[in-house]
């Protein structure tokens, strides 16, 4: 009885190394224990790095943008904002045909709200985006984006220009149209709360 126990437990141990070895030679990434991506589709972006994949992803979309954004610091006034660029960069792709859905953080957990982001709202509203402001004491500190439904970006990055040009900030781009559709039905959750 203990023999068939340890020999089911070493088959158990080996089956387990086996798996792991496997992901690890084929170079992938496992994700919410169900979705696995090639790490080829995974990159990683520090710093001002994030700024510069964004908006070449930005620029190429072709159908649609969707952002859900802790802080999104529009300043007009500032002729050198990377903020400004990206904000306007969403402008830009919804005059070319792209549906450009925002979300931003209005008020939060702690009763603060988050009147950085109404000069964004504004000047997105204003020019036919549609941006929404999450007025629920929930507090959407997430920094997503999702582009032409198989581009997803997460990480620290705020839309700020202390986020985006000043600051230490991490964040990956994952190329994936499962982890994109997931990500989505996550949004949609959002926009509707
Ligand atoms: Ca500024
Ligand atoms: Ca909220």
Request: glycine share 4%; aromatic share 14%; charged share 20%.
């Amino acid at each position: 009885m203990r023999k068939s126990i340890l020999i089911a437990l070493l088959l158990a141990v080996t089956a387990f190394i086996g798996v792991a070895f496997s992901f690890a030679s084929l170079g992938n990434v496992q994700i919410g224990y169900e979705i696995v991506v090639p790490t080829s589709q995974i990159c990683n972006l520090v710093d001002r790095e994030y700024y510069y994949s964004i908006m070449e992803d930005i620029r190429s979309a072709n159908s649609s943008i969707m952002v859900a954004m802790y802080s999104m610091v529009y300043d007009p006034d500032d002729s050198f904002d990377w903020a400004n660029d990206l904000i306007r960069e969403l402008v830009y792709a919804r005059e070319r045909g792209v549906n450009v859905t925002v979300i931003l953080e209005y008020r939060t957990y702690y009763g603060e709200y988050m009147d950085r982001n109404l000069d964004a709202y504004n000047y997105l509203s204003a020019n036919g985006v549609n941006v929404l402001l999450d007025n629920d004491t929930e507090t959407d500190h997430m920094k997503l984006v999702i582009i032409d439904d198989y581009i997803v970006y997460v990480g620290s990055h705020n839309w700020s220009e202390s986020g985006l040009y000043y600051n230490k900030e991490t964040s990956i781009r994952i190329v994936s149209p499962e982890i994109a559709k997931e990500f989505k039905e996550y949004f949609q959750t959002i926009r509707k709360s």
